[in-house]
């Protein structure tokens, strides 16, 4: 859907409806007029009628209360219902240094001393 202003969007909207020989009777000005001056509404629906003639279906913004939370208290939530805290930690445990020797490998030249058991796998 391309974005356009309220009145490009009445006018191309009109126009399509009159070139399908669906009615002659709107009047662009007035369909604006009346959607221009909607407040306390989110948005509107022209409903077409048989008769040629529209009502506007008003659509209410929703009476959604914001939660008082801070960035951490979201975050900590977060952390719980995802698990990130368990996933954090075996990832930095995984990622840690540790010599090849240990894991039975041996170092070639030039290579690094160390390795981590997220490689390992």
Known sequence: MKECT???????GVQK?????????LHTGRLANDFSSLEGYSGAIA?????GQYQLMKISRPDVKIPDLSLDQLWDC?????????ISVSAGIGGMPVPKSMLGYRQLLRSSENTNLVSHF
């Open 6 to 12: 309220i009145d490009a969007a009445i006018f191309e």
């Open 17 to 25: 409806i009159n070139n399908r020989s669906l009615t002659n009777n």
């Open 47 to 51: 409903m077409l009628g048989d008769d």
């Open 78 to 86: 977060a952390k719980d219902h995802y698990g990130l805290a368990a």
